[in-house]
């Protein structure tokens, strides 16, 4: 594998990241001897080196799509595309004023904006209309791409249809490649896990994701309402639907087993996943979750959606996979899984080993370069 220097396109300072797959991509690369610039509005970026990229900013909504195509615009200006073999960019819509580069320009897409649409909750209502128009611009850059990577086959085949004609030969190469996860921060501290089964003691169904309409958390509390005798329902996570989750929690009168956490820090949450029985994940759509691949490298059983990526990360060796918004049958899958140990059990084990196998950075770093090596060969 040759050495590489690759430009990576994220606007965004560390800080703000909400999802590890954002850096830990690119730590690897750097681990495997690559060489990554980040370009971004602050010029900061853990230890990478940077070039700052300035440019006006509108609030985010209802502007996004405005605020990262100005972002490529800025970057065309500012950085020297001669200095290095590839672009990465987290927002397809960066690469639309970088069409004169002669060097590959890719993009990850993380998110599918048309779905998020649908699944935008009420009291952000308002914010409906940017995010089709944000679908469109995205739509209109990816076009631009030398090469995509979806983070799920379902996407990609939904995304060349919508981009390419049947008869059209597509200038943009489409590839699926799969988010990743550093296993060895997942083995929790000794103390940790035990301050949380002394404080839930029994067995533990654990929600940890964003509290959104997407990720489906009142579908849990359905199960949780059932179920609550048999165990305790625990959801971590921070986002717009919090005030509904207590709501429910509240109203049913079910706090005594059912525990609404908030957000928790690396170390509360590695805690969490090693001190569950369960995971859970009813999500109504989803890209790719890093937290189903914690829970698998904390050798735990799944439970989740049979949509997107979920449906590819989890198999029937590993969980148990139950149609979007199907409260019957996350109620029979969590009470199936709780009276079988032995089943529970096996899935942990198994989801380990394809962690392992398949979804360590290691691995989808190299796949990153093999695509990178591949367009680079085809402009030549």
């Not at 985010?60 to 960019?89: H, M």
């Not at 609404?260 to 369960?278: D, I, M, R, T």
């Amino acid at each position: 594998m040759s050495f590489m220097k690759i430009l990576y396109l994220i606007r965004e300072d560390f800080e703000e990241i909400v999802s590890p797959a954002y850096y830990e991509l690119v730590q690897e690369f750097k681990r495997q001897g690559h060489q990554v610039t980040v370009a971004n509005l602050s010029g900061k970026f853990l230890n990478f080196p940077c070039i700052k990229i300035k440019q006006f900013k509108f609030p985010d909504y209802p502007f996004g799509f405005i605020n990262r195509f100005l972002f490529g615009k800025a970057v065309s200006k500012a950085v020297k595309p001669e200095n290095f073999d590839v672009v990465l960019s987290s927002m397809a819509e960066t690469l639309f004023f970088l069409q004169k580069w002669k060097i590959p320009k890719t993009a990850v897409i993380h998110d599918n904006f048309a779905e998020r649409a649908k699944c935008t909750p009420l009291i952000a209502k308002q914010f409906k209309f940017a995010i089709l128009v944000d679908s469109f611009f995205q739509k209109l850059s990816m076009k631009k791409a030398d090469g995509l990577v979806f983070l799920n086959q379902e996407e990609k085949i939904k995304a060349e249809k919508l981009l390419f004609e049947k008869k059209q030969v597509a200038k943009t190469k489409c590839v699926v490649i799969h988010n990743g996860i550093f296993i060895e921060g997942f083995p929790a501290e000794q103390n940790e896990t035990e301050k949380i089964k002394e404080k839930f003691p029994g067995k533990i169904v654990l929600f940890l994701a964003r509290i959104e309409l997407q990720k489906n958390p009142l579908l849990f509390l359905k199960a949780a309402e059932k179920l609550r005798e048999k165990a305790f329902f625990l959801l971590a996570g921070k986002g717009p639907l919090e005030n509904e989750v207590k709501k429910f929690i509240k109203e049913k009168n079910i706090s005594d087993k059912v525990k609404f956490l908030g957000w928790v820090n690396q170390k509360e949450k590695v805690a969490l996943l090693n001190a569950c029985s369960v995971y859970v994940l009813p999500s109504l759509f989803e890209p790719v979750s890093i937290s189903t691949l914690e829970a698998m490298a904390c050798k735990k059983p799944l439970i989740v959606s049979d949509v997107g990526g979920l449906k590819e990360l989890v198999d029937s060796s590993v969980g148990i996979k139950i149609q979007p918004d199907n409260s019957e049958e996350l109620i029979n899958a969590v009470d199936f899984l709780l009276k079988n140990e032995k089943k529970a059990q096996e899935f942990g084990v198994n989801g380990f080993i394809k962690v392992k196998r398949e979804f360590l950075w290691k691995t989808i770093a190299e796949k990153y370069i093999k695509f990178f090596e591949g367009l680079i060969n085809e402009k030549k």
